[in-house]
């Protein structure tokens, strides 16, 4: 009996942003809400890293979510909560729960397939 090879699992070359962490949807949602200098700021900041990501082909061997999209994270969670506009929502609630409770599983799934 393994335990690791039963149920749902994930694609260990890595996932998407958006399936890993459905709080990212409120990038394409939320832009009209961003304030236009400090939206310019994070933005001007996600360039460079995203494009230097963009030339590094590699798998990251076994991982669970983006893992090479870390250096870019702080300035996506900074567009997100000038899209979420400072306001708490049901949605947005809904959408950090969704969030936490997918990788508090792909952690799980993680765990017991490399145990």
Same mark, same amino acid.
């Given at each position: 009996? @393994? !335990?690791?090879h039963? &149920?749902l699992?994930? @694609?260990p @070359?890595?996932?998407s942003l958006?399936? /890993?962490?459905?709080?990212?949807l409120y $990038?394409f949602v939320g832009w009209r809400?961003? !304030? =236009? &200098?400090?939206?310019?700021c994070? /933005?001007? &900041?996600?360039i460079?890293?995203l494009?230097?990501l963009? $030339?590094?082909?590699? *798998?990251?061997?076994y #991982?669970f979510?983006?893992r090479?999209? $870390? @250096?870019?994270?702080?300035?996506l969670l900074?567009l997100?909560?000038f899209?979420m506009?400072g =306001?708490l929502? =049901?949605?947005s609630?809904?959408l950090i729960?969704l969030? /936490?409770?997918i990788n508090?599983?792909? *952690?799980? =799934?993680? /765990?017991?397939e #490399?145990?």
């Amino acid at each position: 009996y @393994d !335990p690791a090879h039963e &149920g749902l699992t994930f @694609d260990p @070359d890595g996932n998407s942003l958006f399936l /890993i962490s459905p709080l990212f949807l409120y $990038l394409f949602v939320g832009w009209r809400h961003w !304030p =236009r &200098g400090l939206a310019a700021c994070a /933005i001007v &900041g996600t360039i460079p890293v995203l494009t230097a990501l963009m $030339l590094f082909h590699n *798998t990251g061997w076994y #991982q669970f979510g983006p893992r090479y999209i $870390l @250096d870019v994270l702080p300035f996506l969670l900074m567009l997100v909560a000038f899209g979420m506009h400072g =306001r708490l929502t =049901r949605v947005s609630a809904a959408l950090i729960g969704l969030s /936490i409770l997918i990788n508090a599983w792909g *952690t799980h =799934r993680f /765990i017991l397939e #490399q145990g």
